[in-house]
C-alpha cells in the first residue's frame, strides 16, 4: 500500500487519503457490487422512463380515438 494511504482503526477495508482526506473502500469485491447496483438503477430508471413514455403515448391515442368517434357519431 502506497504511503500516500492510512489504514481506519476497525476498518480492514477502508483507508483515508492523506492528501484529500478521503475514506476509501478498497475491496475489490465491494467496489464491484456497487457498480454493478448502480448499473442496474440505472437500467431500472431507463426502463421506467421509457413506460412513462409509452403510457404517454397510449393516452394521447385514446384521446384522438376518442375524438375521432365522437366526430363520426356526430355526423351519423
Given at each position: 500500500m502506497d504511503d500516500r494511504f492510512l489504514k481506519v482503526d476497525g476498518h480492514?477495508?477502508?483507508v483515508r487519503d492523506q492528501r484529500t482526506g478521503?475514506?476509501?473502500n478498497i475491496n475489490k469485491d465491494e467496489i464491484q457490487t456497487a457498480r454493478e447496483r448502480k448499473m442496474l438503477r440505472k437500467q431500472q430508471r431507463q426502463e421506467e422512463e421509457q413506460l412513462k413514455q409509452t403510457v404517454e403515448k397510449l393516452e394521447t391515442d385514446v384521446k384522438e380515438i376518442?375524438?375521432?368517434l365522437s366526430q363520426i357519431?356526430?355526423?351519423l
Open positions: 480492514n477495508d477502508l478521503a475514506i476509501l376518442k375524438s375521432l357519431a356526430e355526423k
